[in-house]
């Protein structure tokens, strides 16, 4: 089975609107993380924010919120007051296991967000 | 330079023939993984290094895959007797102690992924 599934491989959406960027994982273990991570055309990967499976607030990083549903195991980017510079392939990671050791991490297959002026 | 560099950026090969990956982590970075990213796809796990500890080759795709790190320095990912299949950009990162007191203290220390630039293998 998929440890992570991003279902929508692109996404339209208008400057300063926000969008939602849909994740969902499978995983057995009780700690855990969740990560999302953003890749312009430059190819460069660049962290953006990250949720445990503990935590019992949502994680917010500027215009950025996941929004974190534990039983249903989802953890959506919203993006609020879309701009330009988002257009990007978002992708959506998770590691198991204890957050202060090592693991490795598991990606979706990425969502390809196209911001319209 | 202070991030993580990889060599070379761009790789071209023939069927049938080795290649060798660099990839140049963070000074001090105790953890390092290489992944895969075929065209339009996701990240694949491929291997990680945890210091001195034995890596997690589970993500290797097949026995002509293999990597090696000394220690908490450069890694080299081999691909032997290379395939159409194997054509991808391939990604390293690394992870480890953040801030000036090297301490593995924090999230970030464990967490916190920074990647290369990544090295651009065509297999013709």
């Known amino acids: 089975a998929q440890k992570i599934t991003q279902t929508q491989p692109g996404m339209f959406v208008q400057e300063k609107e926000a969008v939602t960027l849909d994740c969902t994982y499978d995983?057995?273990?009780?700690?855990?993380?969740l990560f999302w991570y953003k890749q312009p055309s430059s190819g460069e990967m660049i962290f953006l924010i990250y949720q445990g499976s503990y935590d019992e607030q949502n994680a917010t990083e500027g215009r950025y919120s996941l929004n974190f549903q534990k039983a249903r195991k989802s953890a959506n980017l919203v993006i609020s007051a879309s701009q330009l510079g988002d257009s990007a392939m978002y992708f959506c990671?998770?590691?198991?296991?204890?957050?202060?050791?090592?693991?490795?991490?598991?990606f979706g297959s990425g969502t390809k967000l196209n911001v319209k002026p | 330079g202070a991030g993580v560099s990889q060599s070379p950026s761009n790789k071209v090969t023939e069927k049938g023939k080795d290649v060798e990956l660099r990839c140049d982590p963070i000074s001090g970075h105790t953890a390092l993984y290489w992944y895969r990213q075929r065209l339009g796809q996701g990240l694949e796990f491929l291997i990680y290094f945890q210091g001195n500890s034995a890596p997690d080759k589970s993500g290797l795709p097949s026995d002509r895959f293999s990597a090696e790190r000394t220690g908490e320095s450069v890694s080299t990912l081999t691909i032997q007797r290379t395939q159409q299949e194997d054509s991808a950009v391939y990604l390293c990162?690394?992870?480890?102690?953040?801030?000036?007191?090297?301490?593995?203290?924090?999230?970030?220390?464990?967490?916190?992924?920074?990647f290369g630039p990544g090295t651009r293998l065509t297999v013709l």
């Open positions: 995983t057995s273990d009780q700690s855990y993380g």
């Open positions: 990671a998770m590691r198991e296991g204890p957050l202060y050791n090592f693991n490795k991490f598991y």
């Open positions: 990162a690394s992870i480890g102690p953040t801030g000036t007191g090297g301490s593995l203290a924090g999230f970030s220390s464990y967490n916190e992924q920074f």
